[in-house]
């Protein structure tokens, strides 16, 4: 693998493996990480981190790896995952990383994620006893998957997406944000309704989906303005649809038109450094956005993100950590969500006049290139030596460490056109049901206010009773409309998708997409389709309905589901993830207090008359009294403070590593002698691996096996043909070695063709003449 500078040269020594950050833990996490569940809104999972001037700004100055590092792992007697060996991805990196130029695959196509932590393949059991070695094979492998551990740990201690795994205060402060995005959206759903209730009734209805390649004007085609093309399936017995407009309704806020697709982000960019990144191509729509916002610093955007280390989809609750194992790349995509289409424009040109005049790469898909700068995990930009504000002795300041991302439109949302057997007008009422009662528990175990919850909100739709009544037969009923509203409350305020019965954990997560889809139609005119297609195949009643049957089976099982994981959840008062990890979350809060108390102290320098001084080397301001410079080193040097306070994190965090089951560990190659490498996954409590060299070797025995026994099938086959060929020969009197007749009409001749000569051989006496003596002559003297 090579990379190459913004310039297109080749980096040196990057035709090795490539790792993604330096020894000194340059990258990972944001500008503003938590430092515990105290800072909930400016703190843990805010959007402002990294949005200040420290991060992103690509002002800062080179760092000494002594300050990266929050922690001396060789000092640390903790043991456990802090205490292996140094891992690969200590390595250098190039000071602009671009994803897409890492190309983590050997030239077989296998995976190679692991060589960032370890320097050689494992070895099979016959291999490892060929090569001597000393010790026993599953010491050995123990061994080896517990230093990969380790070193994937050590590596990832500090990125964002690997603490809300396994740090529980990130945990239980993501379920609390995720409560106040909840309140926030409902307050949005409500508006919505008050400013136009019959429009908001009309961009909710879902019974608009058209069946499989009718075409405009036709049946079920009212609403529908999209052209016919390929469509794949999915969902219960559901097609996906290939045109139409999508109910505005069901989106989240800001989902429309606002939104700008980042990929391509590597592990260790946080959304703040992202944000940040994006602001700087702000203009006046966005500084406009921006103060309207009370200039927090959040810039004219939020971003969210798609799971890392997690897979997508199948949960019920953020409290369900669902580790994907055998993750082979980290990185990510993630969504900004401006607050108007015109801000998001702007940015949009803006960036593209930047990459206009830099002479960027062109991409197929007409991505633009951008420049995140990503420099330090916590968003300092000076050292601070001995952990009191004294300047390093080489007087040295945080690299500069850069990654490109690529930035792009929003993929529009296809949605699934449900089955005809699941669209019915006899489900409707039985859906509702399920609808408000899955809304209901959910309403309660979110603490959500009066005045937002879905009954609150059904209420106040639905109040005219007089308006149903006056509409035609063709209209929708009311219980129909008062299912899509209960369908999309479900969606944008608890991330729950009704027709599969699944729950996105994270906004980002809903965003990227769940398995089945996450956007679903019911069929127009069901009733009339299935009644037609059943007679039209002739097939009888009850058939008929044991095959609709067949169909919603697991739509019924997934809702009986969810309502019973939503009434054990509205059971559970006080609880905000489960009982063993708020515990340990509040306990870490504690130290984190404890660490602020020792870290004010530490950076502060008292006069002779009373007044304070600002320790840090590079600030050293005076203040009148203690209290003024606490608030100003709170205010204003707070990276500082929060990679101090990340510490207290770090025990939980090794607990929890070490008691998971799934781990989101790469795969792992295993050399198999003249089978060759073959990926592995890491699984199991105590890191472990199958060894695949006994399965290939059997595979390969019966290969040659089968390959034998078609061999002697064949002969037995050519010999029964050669008995036939001599039977038939004799038949005539030709004999077994009577040759085939040449085909007379060909004119090929084969010269080495045997041919059959008479030759005639007479035995009679015949004599030979004499030889007559050859005189000699005299010699004349």
């Given at each position: 693998m090579t990379m190459r500078d913004e310039f297109g040269r080749v980096v040196p020594g990057s035709q090795q493996h490539a790792s993604y950050r330096s020894s000194s833990r340059g990258g990972g996490g944001?500008?503003?990480?938590?430092?515990?569940?105290?800072?909930?809104?400016?703190?843990?999972?805010?959007?402002?981190?990294?949005?200040?001037?420290?991060?992103?700004?690509?002002?800062?100055?080179?760092?000494?790896?002594?300050?990266?590092?929050?922690?001396?792992?060789?000092?640390?007697?903790?043991?456990?995952?802090?205490?292996?060996?140094?891992?690969?991805?200590?390595?250098?990196?190039?000071?602009?990383?671009?994803?897409?130029?890492?190309?983590?695959?050997?030239?077989?196509?296998?995976?190679?994620?692991?060589?960032?932590?370890?320097?050689?393949?494992?070895?099979?059991?016959?291999?490892?006893?060929?090569?001597?070695?000393?010790?026993?094979?599953?010491?050995?492998?123990?061994?080896?998957?517990?230093?990969?551990?380790?070193?994937?740990?050590?590596?990832?201690?500090?990125d964002e997406w690997f603490r809300l795994l396994y740090s529980p205060a990130y945990r239980r402060a993501s379920v609390l944000q995720n409560r106040e995005r909840k309140r926030g959206e409902g307050a949005v759903l409500r508006a919505e309704l008050q400013r136009d209730s019959e429009g908001f009734l009309a961009e909710c209805r879902l019974g608009i989906g058209r069946p499989l390649g009718s075409k405009k004007g036709k049946r079920g085609a009212a609403g529908d303005d999209g052209d016919d093309g390929?469509?794949?399936?999915?969902?219960?017995?559901?097609?996906?649809?290939?045109?139409?407009?999508?109910?505005?309704?069901?989106?989240?806020?800001?989902?429309?038109?606002?939104?700008?697709?980042?990929?391509?982000?590597?592990?260790?960019?946080?959304?703040?450094?992202?944000?940040?990144?994006?602001?700087?191509?702000?203009?006046?729509?966005?500084?406009?956005?921006?103060?309207?916002?009370?200039?927090?610093?959040?810039g004219p955007m939020r971003v969210c993100r798609a799971p890392v280390g997690r897979d997508n989809g199948g949960t019920l609750g953020s409290e369900d950590l669902n580790v994907k194992e055998g993750v082979n790349s980290l990185v990510r995509t993630c969504w900004a969500i401006f607050p108007s289409e015109d801000s998001k424009d702007e940015t949009l040109d803006n960036l593209s006049k930047a990459n206009f005049e830099s002479t960027r790469h062109r991409h197929p898909d007409s991505s633009l290139e951008l420049d995140v700068d990503c420099s330090d995990s916590f968003g300092r930009t000076e050292v601070d030596a001995d952990g009191r504000g004294g300047a390093p002795p080489d007087n040295s300041a945080v690299p500069t460490r850069r990654c490109t991302v690529l930035v792009g439109a929003e993929r529009s949302i296809v949605p699934i056109v449900l089955s005809a057997a699941v669209s019915v007008a006899a489900r409707v009422q039985k859906d509702l049901s399920s609808a408000r009662v899955i809304g209901k528990f959910l309403d309660a175990s979110g603490n959500m206010p009066t005045g937002l919850r879905l009954e609150d909100l059904l209420r106040e739709a639905f109040q005219d009773e007089d308006s149903y009544s006056n509409k035609d037969s063709s209209a929708p009923s009311k219980e129909e409309d008062m299912l899509d509203v209960c369908i999309a409350y479900l969606r944008r305020v608890h991330l729950f998708?009704?027709?599969t019965g699944q729950m996105a954990n994270t906004e980002?997560?809903?965003?990227?997409?769940?398995?089945?889809?996450?956007?679903?139609?019911?069929?127009?005119?069901?009733?009339?389709?299935?009644?037609?297609?059943?007679?039209?195949?002739?097939?009888?009643?009850?058939?008929?309905?044991?095959?609709?049957?067949?169909?919603?089976?697991?739509?019924?099982?997934?809702?009986?589901?969810?309502?019973?994981?939503?009434?054990?959840?509205?059971?559970s008062d006080g609880i905000v993830v489960n009982a063993e990890t708020d515990m340990k979350a509040l306990e870490i809060e504690k130290e984190d207090d404890s660490e602020k108390r020792n870290w004010l102290d530490n950076h502060t320098l008292l006069d002779a008359d009373g007044r304070a001084r600002c320790s840090f080397h590079f600030c050293r301001k005076l203040f009148k009294d203690k209290t003024f410079l606490h608030k100003h080193l709170v205010k204003k040097h707070p990276e500082f403070l929060i990679a101090e306070q990340a510490k207290c994190h770090d025990r939980y965090m090794m607990e929890a590593w070490e008691s998971s089951t799934r781990r989101p560990l790469p795969q792992i190659a295993i050399d198999c002698?003249?089978?060759?490498?073959?990926?592995?996954?890491?699984?199991?409590?105590?890191?472990?691996?199958?060894?695949?060299?006994?399965?290939?070797?059997?595979?390969?025995?019966?290969?040659?096996k089968a390959q034998k026994e078609e061999a002697a099938k064949a002969e037995e086959e050519r010999l029964a043909r050669e008995r036939r060929e001599y039977h038939d020969n004799a038949e005539d009197g030709e004999g077994l070695h009577k040759r085939p007749q040449q085909n007379h009409n060909s004119n090929f001749v084969d010269v080495d063709d045997v041919k059959d000569e008479k030759v005639k051989v007479m035995f009679e006496v015949v004599e030979f003449p004499s030889k007559k003596k050859k005189k000699k002559r005299r010699k004349l003297i």
């Open positions: 944001s500008g503003r990480l938590p430092s515990g569940p105290g800072g909930l809104m400016d703190g843990p999972l805010s959007s402002d981190r990294g949005a200040s001037g420290r991060v992103g700004s690509g002002g800062g100055r080179p760092r000494s790896s002594s300050a990266i590092s929050r922690r001396d792992r060789k000092d640390s007697d903790d043991g456990g995952a802090r205490g292996g060996r140094k891992s690969r991805a200590a390595e250098n990196l190039p000071p602009t990383y671009r994803a897409w130029e890492d190309v983590r695959t050997s030239p077989s196509g296998l995976p190679e994620e692991w060589t960032r932590y370890l320097p050689r393949p494992l070895a099979c059991r016959r291999l490892h006893l060929r090569d001597g070695g000393g010790e026993d094979y599953a010491n050995y492998v123990r061994s080896y998957c517990t230093e990969l551990s380790q070193g994937f740990f050590n590596a990832h201690l500090d390929h469509n794949d399936s999915g969902g219960h017995g559901g097609r996906r649809r290939t045109g139409g407009a999508v109910p505005r309704t069901h989106l989240l806020s800001g989902h429309g038109g606002n939104v700008l697709r980042i990929s391509q982000v590597p592990e260790w960019a946080t959304d703040g450094h992202v944000a940040a990144a994006l602001a700087e191509f702000g203009g006046k729509t966005s500084a406009a956005a921006q103060s309207q916002s009370g200039g927090s610093g959040q998708i009704f027709y980002g997560e809903l965003t990227a997409g769940l398995p089945g889809g996450t956007m679903h139609l019911r069929l127009r005119d069901a009733d009339t389709i299935l009644k037609e297609t059943t007679e039209d195949r002739g097939i009888s009643s009850e058939t008929s309905d044991r095959t609709s049957d067949l169909l919603v089976n697991r739509l019924d099982t997934a809702i009986d589901n969810a309502i019973e994981y939503c009434k054990n959840k509205a059971q002698g003249h089978y060759g490498l073959h990926a592995c996954t890491i699984k199991g409590k105590v890191p472990s691996v199958e060894d695949p060299e006994p399965v290939l070797r059997e595979r390969e025995e019966e290969r040659y």
